[in-house]
């Protein structure tokens, strides 16, 4: 069975700005050892976790809603204080950004990322996001 979408189920994309240099989270990453088994633990770094809580805050000052179920679709435009990083690595600390905030209920339900790209803003660093409501493909 082919999944369908109708033109009704889709709506007008939800607008956000994440103000402050985007980061993922593996750059510099942590690597601390369990100390019962002695087993490598690796945590995102703390300039990382430092822009997901900042992102997360802006988030849900800006949705103010129940978190979407169904299918989404982000369009990002990374804006970095220089021109270093993977965009696969930003899309995932924007995804785990918009789980943390409750804009979506789960990062899998992104089925698409278009026009999502990398680009460069050293005086006004930034992530700029358009999230558009599919609702369900099923």
């Given amino acids: ?7 009704a189920s889709i709506q007008k994309p939800y607008q956000f700005i994440i103000l402050g240099a985007p980061r993922t989270k593996k750059n510099s990453g942590r690597i601390f050892h369990n100390r019962a088994s002695g087993a490598p633990i690796l945590l995102p770094s703390a300039a990382s976790k430092e822009w997901e809580s900042k992102a997360v805050w802006q988030l849900m000052d800006q949705w103010r809603r129940k978190a979407l179920a169904g299918d989404v679709g982000v369009n990002a435009m990374f804006y970095r204080e220089r021109d270093a990083g993977d965009l696969v690595n930003y899309m995932q ?6 789980q943390v905030a409750k804009v979506i209920e789960d990062d899998r339900q992104i089925v698409c990322w278009d026009g999502t790209r990398l680009n460069k803003d050293a005086a006004r660093p930034r992530v700029e996001v358009q ?3 599919y609702g369900s493909l099923k």
Avoid at 93 to 98: K, M, S
């Fill in 93 to 98: 600390a924007l995804a785990d950004a918009l």
């Fill in 1 to 7: 069975m082919e999944a369908k979408l109708s033109m």
């Fill in 131 to 133: 999230l558009t409501h």
